[in-house]
């Protein structure tokens, strides 16, 4: 995990996807920044973005547990569990350095202090300029 990450006082959050097979780790600030995104895929699937660096992130689990979707423009490469289903990250196309993690896959998720933002990935080409 990076440096910059541990030196900007973050801390060690865990998560995993409904059956555990999928789990992972990764460094972050103490309150998270949550993108909750109205794309078709975010809100069928009531997914809570959190961005994520590769450097902070680490995938604690087989990777062949997880299996890959890709939709649209291709550009995403949406991780799903091959047993329970559930996405708790994924390579999203507008940050090709990070992971957007599911703030829902998170231990403890609802005591988390976060700041939410809305997003609107409906209109992705014109809303990814604020990003």
């Known amino acids: 995990m990076s440096t910059r990450a541990v030196n900007r006082g973050a801390q ?29 895929i975010c809100a069928a699937s009531g997914y809570l973005h959190v961005t994520v660096p ?5 995938l604690l689990s087989d990777p062949t547990v997880l299996s890959e979707y890709r ?9 799903f569990c091959r047993h329970c289903g559930i996405k708790s990250f994924y390579q999203p196309r507008s940050h090709p350095d ?19 933002s809305s997003f609107d990935g409906r209109r992705w080409e014109a809303a990814n300029a604020r990003l």
């Open 98 to 116: 990070c992971y957007s993690v599911n703030l829902r896959c998170l231990e403890d998720w609802p005591q988390i202090p976060v700041r939410i």
């Open 71 to 79: 939709f649209g423009s291709r550009q995403a490469c949406h991780l």
């Open 54 to 58: 590769h450097a902070d992130f680490r």
């Open 12 to 40: 060690r959050y865990r998560g995993a996807c409904h059956c555990g097979a999928v789990s992972f780790e990764f460094l972050g600030p103490p309150s998270l920044d949550v993108l909750d995104c109205n794309c078709s």
